[in-house]
């Protein structure tokens, strides 16, 4: 099992940037593709960004598309989350997650391994 702890996470004027990291407990970290999905208050979990083992396919949510950028760095067991040009309604909660499936994947039930989260906050 990979234990994944979120950091970056914060307060930011619409506009603005943030990096979030997401940094893995086991060596076998690039082993795994990994997504990044958000949870705003009374809504549900939805997909942010996906990528590869590899680093060298990614996927993202129209939402976000152009705007966030995701990348991992293997040797750091660590993934990113580029956020450039942040909206309010990019307000949430963002979780990190592996999954062991080499294609890409949005639906949240097919991670295996979640971080407990780090509050992201835009303000008007």
């Known amino acids: 099992q990979v234990q994944l702890v979120e950091s970056g996470g914060g307060l930011v004027q619409a506009g603005g940037s943030l990096r979030l990291s997401c940094a893995a407990s086991r060596r076998t970290f690039g082993n795994y593709a990994m997504g990044w999905f958000r949870q705003a208050p009374g809504k549900e979990r939805e997909f942010v960004a996906w990528?590869?083992?590899?680093?060298?396919?990614?996927y993202y949510a129209d939402s976000v598309k152009g705007r966030f950028t995701i990348s991992r760095d293997n040797a750091k067991n660590t993934v990113y989350l580029q956020m450039n040009s942040l909206k309010p309604e990019d307000t949430a909660v963002y979780y990190c997650?592996?999954?062991?499936?080499?294609?890409?994947?949005?639906?949240?039930?097919?991670?295996?391994?979640w971080g407990q989260g780090t509050q992201v906050t835009v303000s008007s």
């Open positions: 997650a592996s999954s062991g499936h080499s294609r890409v994947v949005v639906d949240a039930l097919l991670y295996t391994n």
């Open positions: 990528i590869s083992w590899s680093g060298s396919s990614t």
